[in-house]
């Protein structure tokens, strides 16, 4: 779902960068005012899941993978607020340290992932807040069928700014990016509602404090250093849909990554390059969630 640079032309990108921005800016205010604040360190534990998740492709059908968006599962555990913060720092992670998606596509990536890949979570929880409480696999369920509508509605959103910046036309691009998603969504949904389940403050077993921050921070951990190795090599869904389509942009200067391609350069191993790099970048994204946490005054656990 990632938007490479030079895919997008003209206007299109400052315009998404001032969305991008304003959205993220509301989500602050939102974050600091709302009084269902998630701790501290629960909030970065999962934004550094969400990074993990995201580097795990998985096959779909026709040569191409997808992998976690993870919008709906970010609010479904820490609100709409918080998830818009979580998914802005781990797409900004992303593109300056790792070279996923460009910087002068930076504010179309924050629009697709942070804003509307939230945007159903975050209305499910205005829905499941007015009416009496569901059992816990109830809720899955329900969140896990928002995050399907979630991956839609950012493929949507990528097929408007592709029409709009002339790179593609809205009704060629549209079927090609749904039919794809739509199977992406899937694996969406059922990673969204499993991983609720589990990581829900109420758990199964009700058990509630340090176990909301070391499950979710060492699965974490686990899948950046251990999986994210075996992760698909295949194409997703967007570069998929943009190769037959032939709208794929060349290879060409990109801003500098430390960790381009998700491999430190200085090991050797490729694939213990990857896996410390994905381990590299859940700490990195720990750490500064931390940061981004403190002056929003949210619960200490």
Known sequence: MHIPDQMLQGAVCPLTAVVGLLGVTAA???AARTSNKPGMTRFAAVAALIFAGQMMNFPITDGTSGHLLGGVLAASLLGAPFAVLAMSLVVAVQALVFGDGGLTVLGANLVNMALVGVAAGGMLN???SRR??????RQGLLYGVAGWLSVMMASLAVCVELAAAGTVAWGTVTGAMLGVH????????LITAAAFVLLAPRSVQGMIGRRTVTLPLSAACAIAFLLSPLASGLPDGLEKVAASLRFLPAEGMSLWAPLA????PIIGHQVLATGMAGLCGVLLTFALALLVARPLKPNLG
């Open 28 to 30: 602050v205010v939102a």
């Open 126 to 128: 205005s829905v499941l």
């Open 132 to 137: 009496p409480a569901l059992s816990l696999l």
């Open 182 to 189: 739509g199977l992406i969504g899937v694996g969406e949904g």
């Open 261 to 264: 391609g998700y491999q430190v």
